[in-house]
């Protein structure tokens, strides 16, 4: 019942900017998601970069940390992520993840991960190419 669906990908040049969208639908009132944005790039594992709990908590990986903001909108059931700086090692399929938060606690501590094992819900990705 729950899609996710990304946007926003493109060609970039080093340094410069993008930002990626994550519309989802099919969440409930009733419900906590943990939101998040992987990567993979060609003959690479699947990367998490960002996460950010049901309380504006937010985790980043190293690689990114600085350049790359997640940031989501309630009101409009949508994940960014506002990608700054960016460099030709960021180039990559992005996608966005979600997690049904199963627990008071996941809630209370407003639950991220960078495990891509712990999402249940996937995006068809986006392309993001940086080149000059």
């Known amino acids: 019942e729950v899609q996710l669906v990304e946007s926003g990908g493109g060609l970039a040049q080093p340094g410069g900017s993008l930002t990626l969208f994550c519309v989802a639908s099919?969440?409930?009132?009733?419900?906590?998601?943990?939101m998040g944005w992987f990567r993979q790039a060609p003959g690479k594992e699947r990367e998490g970069i960002a996460s950010i709990g049901n309380n504006g908590r937010t985790t980043y990986a190293d690689s990114v940390k600085g350049r790359f903001t997640i940031t989501r909108d309630y009101a409009k059931n949508t994940l960014s992520l506002q990608m700054n700086n960016l460099k030709p090692e960021d180039t990559a399929m992005y996608y966005c993840?979600?997690?049904?938060?199963?627990?008071?606690?996941?809630?209370?501590?407003?639950?991220?991960?960078?495990?891509?094992?712990?999402?249940?819900?996937w995006g068809l990705g986006t392309q993001v190419t940086v080149s000059s």
């Open positions: 099919g969440f409930t009132f009733t419900n906590y998601y943990g």
């Open positions: 993840a979600a997690r049904l938060l199963g627990s008071s606690w996941q809630q209370w501590v407003g639950w991220t991960s960078l495990r891509e094992s712990e999402f249940g819900y």
